[in-house]
C-alpha cells in the first residue's frame, strides 16, 4: 500500500470500509495480548518481541523483493524512518519495562493516553487536522469507557510503582510520536517499507534490552507458545502493521488513533474468552461509552 501526499489525506474521516478494517485491526490487537501472555512461559517479553521483529523483517523484506517493491531507493526518507523506528522500538521497551514495576490495568490506561498526545501533537505539525469540541468529546468519552471498565487508578504510593507508570506515559508519547512522524513524513512510501524501517531500528534496541535484562529460553517452547509467536509475528506485525500504516496514509491521524481505544477492550474480551478472566459488569457500559466517543470523533466536520 502507498500513498501520495495529497492534502486531502490529512483530514479525511473514515468512511464505513475504512472503519471495518480498523476495527478489525483492534480485535486482532486485542487478541495478541493473550498471546503474549500465552507465550510468556516459554518465552521472556523482550525475546518475543525481538524474535517477531527478526522473522518479520525478513518476511516482509522477501515479499517486497518479490513484488518489485524498492525498499533502497533514495527518496529523502531515511532520516524520518530512523526516527519512526526509534519511536517504535522505545515503546515496547517502556512497555515492557514498565510492566515489572505497575499493573496491567494502570499500564493500559497510561499507554492509552497516546491518541490525546496524537490529537495534540497534530495541532502544531499537522494543523489541517485539528479536532472540534465535539471531537474532543468523543475522544474524553472513549477515555472515559476506558475508565469505566479498567477503574480509576489510586495515586502511586511505591516509587517503582510510579517509575512504571511514568514509563507507561512515555511509550504512549512513542507511540504518538511514531504516528506523527509517518503522517507528516512518510505518506510517500509503500506501508512496507515504513514498518522496515521500524522493525530493523527495533532490532539492536530489543536486543540489548533481552541481554541487560539476562534473558534466555531455557527449554524448547510449546506449540501454544510457538503459535501464540507466530500469530504475533505473520498476522500482526505482517499483515495488521502494514494495513495500519496504509491507513495512517490516507486517513486522519487523530480519528485513526481514536478507533485505537477500543484494543485494550477487545483485549479484555479474548482474556475472558481464551483465559477464563472474569468480566465486571461496568464492561457492557465502557463498550457504550467508547462506541458513542468513536461516533462523535468520525462525524463530519
Known sequence: MSSSSSPTHVTRPLDALAAGIVVILCLSWGFNQVAV????????????????????????????????????????????????GLCFGL?????????????????????????????????????????????WLGLALSFAGMLLAFGLPTPAIDPRQMLGDVMMVAAALSWASSTLVIKAKLTRISSEKVILYQL???????????????????HMPSALALGALAYQTLWVVCITFVIWFGLVARYSANRLSAFTFLTPLFGVAAGHLVLGEPLTPAFGAAVALVAGGLVLVNRAR
Open 200 to 218: 530493523v531500528v527495533s532490532i539492536p534496541m530489543l536486543g540489548a534490552c533481552a541481554l541487560v535484562a539476562g534473558e534466555h529460553i531455557t
Open 37 to 84: 501472555k500465552l507465550a510468556l512461559p516459554d518465552i521472556p517479553p523482550f525475546t518475543q518481541a525481538l524474535i517477531r521483529s527478526a522473522v518479520a523483517t525478513a518476511l516482509i523484506a522477501g515479499w517486497c523483493k518479490l513484488r518489485g517493491i524498492p525498499m533502497l531507493s533514495r527518496d529523502g526518507t531515511l532520516m524520518a524512518g530512523l526516527a519512526a
Open 91 to 135: 515503546e515496547f521497551v517502556f512497555i515492557f519495562q514498565g510492566l515489572v514495576y505497575t499493573t496491567a490495568s494502570r499500564a493500559v490506561l497510561f499507554i492509552y493516553l497516546a491518541p490525546f498526545f496524537v490529537v495534540l501533537g497534530t495541532r502544531i505539525f499537522l494543523p489541517a487536522d485539528r479536532f472540534s469540541k465535539y471531537q
